[in-house]
């Protein structure tokens, strides 16, 4: 089963916030919300991750609903460099939900000029 | 500098011929993964490894075997490759808890 679901694609304008939702409505307590992205076929990078609070790096930001059965990561002023695959998780920090990690099929980010 | 290492990055063989994946990291994380990605199909989990001598299957670990006899290394075997595991194949790692640091991908057709 997915622990997540995300839109398989979207669009976004040049210079302008890119939002990204993920649904995570089975998440347990001690699970994080992490991002991914894959540019091509290179290895996916690490963007940022939360487990209640909103968090913000220089990368993005990171919205968790109240219930945490959701999140939407923002990229602020999406470039053309940031069209690819994003990828949401969770990952546990003892058990099962730790190790085996199911990344799924993302979504498609373009960004468009 | 931190990182995750593929061997080869590309590699082009034949049915039946026995190969390994070499993955090696600098950090001294105990956690190490492996993944392939397929067209349309995302990034499955062939195995993991939560430290020294411990790993587990992931979502499809039919056709490949791993080891992890030191914490740095965690190469995949593939005994006799067949055509469906033609893949892009990444290597990931991490402490315990924390982000996945992921290997450049290795590229592998099987003819």
């Not at chain 1, 949401?88 to 099929?105: D, P």
Request: aromatic content about 10%; glycine content about 8%.
């Amino acid at each position: 089963d997915a622990k997540t679901t995300q839109p398989t694609s979207m669009d976004c304008a040049e210079g302008r916030a890119a939002n990204l939702p993920c649904n995570h409505s089975t998440i347990s307590g001690n699970e994080y919300v992490y991002w991914y992205r894959q540019i091509h076929s290179q290895g996916p990078q690490y963007i940022i991750h939360g487990l209640k609070n909103n968090e913000t790096n220089e990368m993005a930001s990171l919205i968790i609903t109240e219930d945490r059965k959701s999140s939407t990561l923002i990229l602020p002023h999406a470039t053309l460099r940031d069209t690819a695959v994003y990828y949401c998780i969770v990952r546990g920090n003892s058990g099962g939900s730790n190790y085996k990690l199911t990344f799924g099929k993302g979504t498609l980010l373009t960004v468009n000029p | 500098e931190a990182q995750v290492t593929q061997n080869p990055r590309y590699l082009i063989t034949v049915t039946g011929k026995k190969l390994t994946v070499t993955c090696s990291q600098n950090m001294n994380h105990e956690y190490m993964s492996w993944y392939r990605q397929d067209p349309g199909l995302g990034l499955r989990q062939i195995y993991y490894s939560m430290n020294v001598e411990v790993t587990d299957k992931g979502d499809v670990p039919e056709g490949y075997k791993v080891s992890r006899k030191e914490k740095r290394n965690f190469p995949l075997i593939l005994e006799s490759p067949s055509p469906n595991q033609t893949s892009l194949y990444f290597c990931a790692s991490s402490n315990i808890i924390g982000e996945l640091f992921f290997g450049e991908g290795s590229r592998l057709t099987v003819l």
